[in-house]
């Protein structure tokens, strides 16, 4: 036996999540990288799945080979098919038992689409879990679109395998999707379990009818349907080399007309009668399409058996199905039926009875009026000892095996049998024979090729197979009946959906197994290829119409897409031409198909789906379609919803909360907002997992007697995660705790999605006793890692500066980082002019790491004139990633120092100042005219001027200069910062580019004229006389 984790069974299907999302390779081209992201069962009694963990399963890191009942595939849309998967284990949950994982595939198309329609990718295995709801033991199919002219990537999901909510109404989970162009996901919508696409709608009052034409088509040198023996004898499948019955989709029509002993047909599909009296779903017969042979025109007596015998046909009604055949007598052409009761069965009877599966406003009970019933019919065609070719039928409806009755009101043209007489001879629920389709004494060499009338020319062979014209020409029919008899069958009203046919007898087992479910023939080996001829005993689909895209055109329905043709037999010419029929929806109730969860709906705003309350607790499947904007890119994610049986000792679900690093700052907002984290520094956050349960349930003493020795503890289910990810054990009981780190690197940049959940255990430390586990409801986090952004940098005040001598100015350089776990520092380059005070603070009100720089520059007496450029750099850490470097951002400002101007000190005279520049109080007291008195005290920071501004002249020399001016070249350097540097006394100024000066004239010892009195224009350039200056 197994054992039950969570409500999750260890028996049955294994599959538990799937998704594929692809993004193109590169910047052009049809190159994409597909991933197929699944869960499936842990604890698997299979090598596939074993792996280095303690248990000896899979864990993290480890490589399985994805195995089932139905091997997974990945079908690329292009005929190109991957059958061996092997997923890298990211996530695994030994308490939930799954394990989850990615597979990679990189598949180049030749264009980048199918022809203007998007390539479908097709992920597809068997068998889902035995105890869900709905879905249960069936095959997955999940599919992703590919159209690389309309997007480069699809959306991509990512969130837990199983979502576990509680039993009531309005509960919500969020979908976390994202694409790689981080496009918002905006079309979003609940898919059924299977694309299980359309139906065949039919009304008596339009003649609906579809005909399926039966006669041998030429189709690229080889002859496609029926039997290409028939005509073309000379084929190499026809030579006596060659098993002498085939099966398979071009040899359909020498099944349905029983061309050879001890043959069988199973044919089944669903059927929706929308009236008491029902009608015919199936049948063959006369052809009414315009590619009705005409050789059919004219035909009297037992020849019109090439082109009307029905050789096959079912009924249905309200209480009864009925099976047969026509026949020709040899005088007339009789219709043999069969019918057989729906509640001869009892067990059928009240599965139709049943309220919950079927609405009984529209239908009455113990009927199959108004209501979806699968009916399956198995036809053994016999010869007795006289060579006589006689068929029996077994019917099930519901996978019921069904006991013949007296169909009411046979007609005298038919020939109508009641219960079989010999019970040992037949199976429980197999008519007794009748005869035909053939004509009695049937096989024989006497007759010529050309017999239509039922009579099977042989070649001299009784074993062989036919070989004459009998039903050559007829259509397959569904909706109507066009035999030969004058037997009237009313039109059907309803609607048929997957309607299949098989060679050989298809057992009540096999019935059961798959009528719930589209087939996907190319997935199952045991269905046989489609395709190809096999031996007479296969048990082979021959054909299969899904009624799915009826076209714009008569040409409707075809063989199944599902099944690929071959290079000599085409299903592709089954086409049929309707009249009167229209593609309508199918069943989603969960009859025909396992069905959707009802109770669950999309809300687009918020991306969250909307669980109302279902009828019982349980496990439920569950597929989302998600496209990018136009709906383009359109994928599926396919996922468990836990809804949580509220009863049994543990009542309570536990809670989960997201808390930033070491529980500070209250819970981070989860997905879909987005929670920044930045490449090579430490994103941290805190799981929190708390439960109200205090005692066990029924407990029959005190509170406090039932808290004693009560304990709880948690575990936490952890998604995929990025790989540097590193969590701590949990610690304390109740609120239980566990710490995450994660110093995101290369190749994490964009959004990572994370999820959680949080799982109780309860147990009495004094009696041994435990509680089943519950799970809390999943949270997702959502994180955007950057790249680590540069820090920013202002200065204060902005631009250059102009000082004063000893005036204090202050420069103040903030450095602040976007990221808060990053350090900042603040470098100055000085040159002369250093900062008398330089001091360093933390900003508040920013990160930990914003800083401020004041800097406090007071230039000295003799520094006028002085220019220096200072550069100021913002530099942080840069992270701790390899090769990482620290982001740098520079500022430079220069400072200029004013000539001639000068901030008095604290009690500083004028005679003291006078006295460091070289000069007399009355020339200082004679430069500031605001001072009234010489002796006045000045107050402390009061600007004075220290000489007068000159404006160098072209021709300037030092020289010239101080012997004009009288100054001393001592003093004209104290008061000019630089210039002795620069110059020599016979340099001229303004090629040096000094434009002004600061001077302190001596009257006493400087020319008695000026030179500018005399200057004239010559070469471009103003210049004193000679003999000027040779004067003074």
């Given at each position: 036996g197994g054992n039950c984790l969570f409500g999750l069974d260890t028996l049955g299907g294994t599959f538990r999540y799937g998704h594929v999302h692809w993004e193109r390779v590169g910047s052009g081209g049809n190159t994409v990288a597909i991933t197929i992201e699944t869960a499936f069962r842990r604890n698997v009694g299979t090598t596939y799945f074993q792996g280095s963990a303690p248990d000896g399963f899979a864990q993290v890191g480890d490589t399985v080979t994805l195995t089932g009942r139905q091997t997974p595939k990945l079908y690329l849309g292009d005929s190109a098919i991957v059958d061996v998967l092997r997923m890298k284990v990211n996530s695994y949950s030994i308490a939930e038992d799954w394990i989850m994982g990615e597979v990679h595939i990189e598949h180049t198309y030749d264009t980048p689409s199918n022809k203007g329609v998007p390539w479908e990718v097709q992920y597809s295995g068997c068998c889902r879990l035995s105890s869900l709801q709905n879905s249960k033991d069936q095959e997955w199919m999940i599919t992703a679109l590919v159209d690389l002219s309309r997007a480069s990537s699809s959306p991509r999901v990512q969130m837990l395998p199983i979502v576990h909510m509680p039993f009531q109404d309005n509960s919500q989970f969020v979908i976390p999707a994202t694409s790689a162009a981080n496009e918002e996901v905006i079309h979003w919508s609940i898919a059924k379990p299977f694309d299980v696409g359309d139906a065949a709608g039919f009304d008596a009052s339009r003649g609906s009818s579809i005909y399926v034409s039966m006669q041998p088509s030429f189709q690229n040198s080889s002859w496609g349907l029926s039997n290409p023996c028939i005509l073309k004898p000379s084929l190499a499948e026809c030579s006596t080399s060659w098993t002498e019955y085939r099966a398979g989709p071009s040899y359909l029509n020498r099944l349905l007309r029983s061309d050879?002993?001890?043959?069988?047909?199973t044919l089944e599909g669903w059927v929706l009668s929308t009236t008491v009296e029902g009608g015919v779903v199936v049948s063959t017969g006369k052809d009414d399409s315009p590619s009705a042979s005409s050789e059919c025109n004219g035909l009297a007596g037992g020849d019109r058996g090439m082109c009307e015998a029905s050789t096959l046909m079912v009924a249905i009604n309200a209480t009864h199905v009925t099976v047969g055949h026509e026949l020709w007598t040899g005088t007339q052409w009789q219709l043999q039926q069969m019918g057989f009761a729906v509640c001869s069965n009892a067990e059928l009877c009240a599965d139709l009875s049943n309220r919950v599966k079927y609405d009984f406003a529209a239908g009455d009970p113990g009927t199959t009026t108004n209501k979806w019933v699968h009916v399956a019919v198995v036809r053994r065609t016999k010869a007795d000892i006289s060579n006589k070719m006689q068929s029996t039928y077994a019917v099930y409806v519901n996978g019921y095996p069904l006991e013949m009755d007296m169909f009411p009101g046979c007609s005298s043209s038919a020939a109508c049998r009641g219960r079989p007489s010999d019970g040992e001879t037949y199976e429980a629920g197999e008519s007794?024979?009748?005869?035909?389709?053939?004509?009695?004494n049937s096989f024989t060499a006497s007759y010529t090729t050309d017999a239509k009338d039922g009579q099977c020319f042989t070649d001299g062979s009784a074993t062989s197979h036919c070989t004459d014209l009998f039903a050559t020409r007829v259509a397959l029919t569904f909706g109507s009946f066009r035999g030969a008899t004058s037997a009237a069958r009313s039109h059907f009203v309803g609607k048929l959906d997957e309607w299949r046919f098989w060679n050989g007898v298809r057992s009540q087992t096999d019935i059961l197994e798959t009528m719930q479910r589209p087939l996907t023939p190319r997935l199952e080996a045991s269905y046989g290829d489609p395709t190809s001829a096999v031996a007479a005993d296969a048990s082979v689909l021959m054909a299969l119409y899904s009624f799915d895209d009826m076209p714009g055109k008569p040409?409707?329905?075809?063989?199944?897409?599902?099944?690929?043709?071959?290079?000599?037999?085409?299903?592709?010419?089954?086409?049929?031409?309707?009249?009167?029929?229209?593609?309508?929806?199918?069943?989603?109730?969960?009859?025909?198909?396992?069905?959707?969860?009802?109770?669950i709906s999309i809300n687009n705003m918020g991306r969250v789906a909307v669980l109302q309350k279902p009828e019982v607790p349980g496990l439920y499947q569950v597929t989302v379609l998600l496209a990018l904007p136009e709906n383009s890119s359109q994928v599926s994610v396919d996922f468990i919803v836990n809804v949580t049986d509220p009863s049994g000792a543990n009542q309570?679900?536990?809670?989960?909360?997201?808390?930033?690093?070491?529980?500070?700052?209250?819970?981070?907002?989860?997905?879909?907002?987005?929670?920044?984290?930045?490449q090579g520094f430490e994103f941290g956050l805190q799981l929190k997992g708390s439960d109200m349960?205090?005692?066990?349930?029924?407990?029959?003493?005190?509170?406090?007697?039932?808290?004693?020795?009560?304990?709880?503890?948690?575990?936490?289910?952890?998604?995929?995660?990025?790989?540097?990810?590193?969590?701590?054990?949990?610690?304390?009981?109740?609120?239980?705790?566990?710490?995450?780190?994660?110093?995101?690197?290369?190749?994490?940049?964009g959004i990572t999605t994370m999820c959680f959940d949080a799982v109780d255990s309860h147990s009495n430390v004094t009696?041994?006793?435990?509680?089943?586990?519950?799970?809390?409801?999943?949270r997702c986090l959502s994180v955007e890692v950057q790249e680590d952004p540069p820090p920013t940098l202002e200065l204060l005040p902005m631009g250059n500066l102009t000082v004063t001598m000893g005036n204090e100015t202050n420069v103040t350089a903030v450095a602040m980082d976007a990221n808060c776990n990053d350090m900042v520092k603040i470098e100055v380059s000085y040159g002369l002019l250093v900062p008398i005070r330089d001091t360093v603070r933390t900003v508040g009100g920013g990160c930990g790491g914003s800083v401020a720089r004041e800097m406090i520059f007071k230039p000295t007496l003799k520094m006028g004139g002085y220019s220096q450029e200072i550069c100021v750099h913002a530099v942080d850490t840069g992270g701790v990633c390899n090769g990482a470097m620290p982001n740098r951002v520079t500022k430079c400002f220069t400072v200029r120092v004013a000539r001639c101007a000068y901030t008095l000190q604290l009690d500083e005279p004028l005679q003291d100042l006078a006295e460091q520049l070289g000069m007399d109080w009355i020339r200082l007291w004679s430069l500031?005219?605001?001072?009234?008195?010489?002796?006045?005290?000045?107050?402390s920071g009061q600007r004075v001027s220290v000489g007068m501004m000159y404006k160098v002249a072209p021709k300037d020399t030092i020289a010239d200069l101080t012997r004009r001016l009288g100054m001393p070249l001592q003093q004209l350097h104290d008061l000019n910062y630089g210039l002795a540097s620069m110059t020599s006394g016979e340099t001229e100024l303004v090629e040096a580019g000094v434009m002004e000066l600061c001077v302190v004239p001596d009257p006493c010892k400087g020319s008695k004229t000026s030179v500018y009195s005399g200057l004239v224009y010559t070469d471009g350039a103003f210049v004193a006389p000679t003999e000027?200056?040779?004067?003074?």
């Amino acid at each position: 036996g197994g054992n039950c984790l969570f409500g999750l069974d260890t028996l049955g299907g294994t599959f538990r999540y799937g998704h594929v999302h692809w993004e193109r390779v590169g910047s052009g081209g049809n190159t994409v990288a597909i991933t197929i992201e699944t869960a499936f069962r842990r604890n698997v009694g299979t090598t596939y799945f074993q792996g280095s963990a303690p248990d000896g399963f899979a864990q993290v890191g480890d490589t399985v080979t994805l195995t089932g009942r139905q091997t997974p595939k990945l079908y690329l849309g292009d005929s190109a098919i991957v059958d061996v998967l092997r997923m890298k284990v990211n996530s695994y949950s030994i308490a939930e038992d799954w394990i989850m994982g990615e597979v990679h595939i990189e598949h180049t198309y030749d264009t980048p689409s199918n022809k203007g329609v998007p390539w479908e990718v097709q992920y597809s295995g068997c068998c889902r879990l035995s105890s869900l709801q709905n879905s249960k033991d069936q095959e997955w199919m999940i599919t992703a679109l590919v159209d690389l002219s309309r997007a480069s990537s699809s959306p991509r999901v990512q969130m837990l395998p199983i979502v576990h909510m509680p039993f009531q109404d309005n509960s919500q989970f969020v979908i976390p999707a994202t694409s790689a162009a981080n496009e918002e996901v905006i079309h979003w919508s609940i898919a059924k379990p299977f694309d299980v696409g359309d139906a065949a709608g039919f009304d008596a009052s339009r003649g609906s009818s579809i005909y399926v034409s039966m006669q041998p088509s030429f189709q690229n040198s080889s002859w496609g349907l029926s039997n290409p023996c028939i005509l073309k004898p000379s084929l190499a499948e026809c030579s006596t080399s060659w098993t002498e019955y085939r099966a398979g989709p071009s040899y359909l029509n020498r099944l349905l007309r029983s061309d050879n002993l001890d043959v069988s047909m199973t044919l089944e599909g669903w059927v929706l009668s929308t009236t008491v009296e029902g009608g015919v779903v199936v049948s063959t017969g006369k052809d009414d399409s315009p590619s009705a042979s005409s050789e059919c025109n004219g035909l009297a007596g037992g020849d019109r058996g090439m082109c009307e015998a029905s050789t096959l046909m079912v009924a249905i009604n309200a209480t009864h199905v009925t099976v047969g055949h026509e026949l020709w007598t040899g005088t007339q052409w009789q219709l043999q039926q069969m019918g057989f009761a729906v509640c001869s069965n009892a067990e059928l009877c009240a599965d139709l009875s049943n309220r919950v599966k079927y609405d009984f406003a529209a239908g009455d009970p113990g009927t199959t009026t108004n209501k979806w019933v699968h009916v399956a019919v198995v036809r053994r065609t016999k010869a007795d000892i006289s060579n006589k070719m006689q068929s029996t039928y077994a019917v099930y409806v519901n996978g019921y095996p069904l006991e013949m009755d007296m169909f009411p009101g046979c007609s005298s043209s038919a020939a109508c049998r009641g219960r079989p007489s010999d019970g040992e001879t037949y199976e429980a629920g197999e008519s007794e024979p009748m005869d035909g389709p053939r004509k009695p004494n049937s096989f024989t060499a006497s007759y010529t090729t050309d017999a239509k009338d039922g009579q099977c020319f042989t070649d001299g062979s009784a074993t062989s197979h036919c070989t004459d014209l009998f039903a050559t020409r007829v259509a397959l029919t569904f909706g109507s009946f066009r035999g030969a008899t004058s037997a009237a069958r009313s039109h059907f009203v309803g609607k048929l959906d997957e309607w299949r046919f098989w060679n050989g007898v298809r057992s009540q087992t096999d019935i059961l197994e798959t009528m719930q479910r589209p087939l996907t023939p190319r997935l199952e080996a045991s269905y046989g290829d489609p395709t190809s001829a096999v031996a007479a005993d296969a048990s082979v689909l021959m054909a299969l119409y899904s009624f799915d895209d009826m076209p714009g055109k008569p040409l409707y329905p075809k063989v199944d897409s599902r099944m690929p043709p071959s290079d000599r037999f085409d299903p592709e010419v089954y086409n049929g031409y309707w009249v009167g029929v229209d593609t309508v929806e199918t069943d989603d109730s969960g009859v025909v198909f396992y069905g959707k969860l009802d109770t669950i709906s999309i809300n687009n705003m918020g991306r969250v789906a909307v669980l109302q309350k279902p009828e019982v607790p349980g496990l439920y499947q569950v597929t989302v379609l998600l496209a990018l904007p136009e709906n383009s890119s359109q994928v599926s994610v396919d996922f468990i919803v836990n809804v949580t049986d509220p009863s049994g000792a543990n009542q309570e679900m536990p809670m989960l909360e997201i808390m930033g690093k070491g529980g500070v700052g209250g819970a981070l907002p989860t997905f879909p907002v987005k929670n920044l984290a930045y490449q090579g520094f430490e994103f941290g956050l805190q799981l929190k997992g708390s439960d109200m349960q205090e005692t066990p349930v029924g407990c029959m003493g005190t509170l406090e007697q039932c808290k004693v020795g009560f304990r709880t503890s948690f575990g936490f289910t952890l998604g995929p995660m990025p790989r540097a990810v590193r969590f701590s054990t949990v610690r304390d009981s109740n609120p239980g705790y566990m710490d995450m780190s994660w110093v995101p690197c290369d190749g994490d940049l964009g959004i990572t999605t994370m999820c959680f959940d949080a799982v109780d255990s309860h147990s009495n430390v004094t009696t041994g006793m435990t509680l089943p586990s519950k799970v809390s409801e999943q949270r997702c986090l959502s994180v955007e890692v950057q790249e680590d952004p540069p820090p920013t940098l202002e200065l204060l005040p902005m631009g250059n500066l102009t000082v004063t001598m000893g005036n204090e100015t202050n420069v103040t350089a903030v450095a602040m980082d976007a990221n808060c776990n990053d350090m900042v520092k603040i470098e100055v380059s000085y040159g002369l002019l250093v900062p008398i005070r330089d001091t360093v603070r933390t900003v508040g009100g920013g990160c930990g790491g914003s800083v401020a720089r004041e800097m406090i520059f007071k230039p000295t007496l003799k520094m006028g004139g002085y220019s220096q450029e200072i550069c100021v750099h913002a530099v942080d850490t840069g992270g701790v990633c390899n090769g990482a470097m620290p982001n740098r951002v520079t500022k430079c400002f220069t400072v200029r120092v004013a000539r001639c101007a000068y901030t008095l000190q604290l009690d500083e005279p004028l005679q003291d100042l006078a006295e460091q520049l070289g000069m007399d109080w009355i020339r200082l007291w004679s430069l500031n005219q605001a001072l009234l008195h010489p002796d006045a005290i000045v107050h402390s920071g009061q600007r004075v001027s220290v000489g007068m501004m000159y404006k160098v002249a072209p021709k300037d020399t030092i020289a010239d200069l101080t012997r004009r001016l009288g100054m001393p070249l001592q003093q004209l350097h104290d008061l000019n910062y630089g210039l002795a540097s620069m110059t020599s006394g016979e340099t001229e100024l303004v090629e040096a580019g000094v434009m002004e000066l600061c001077v302190v004239p001596d009257p006493c010892k400087g020319s008695k004229t000026s030179v500018y009195s005399g200057l004239v224009y010559t070469d471009g350039a103003f210049v004193a006389p000679t003999e000027r200056r040779e004067a003074a």
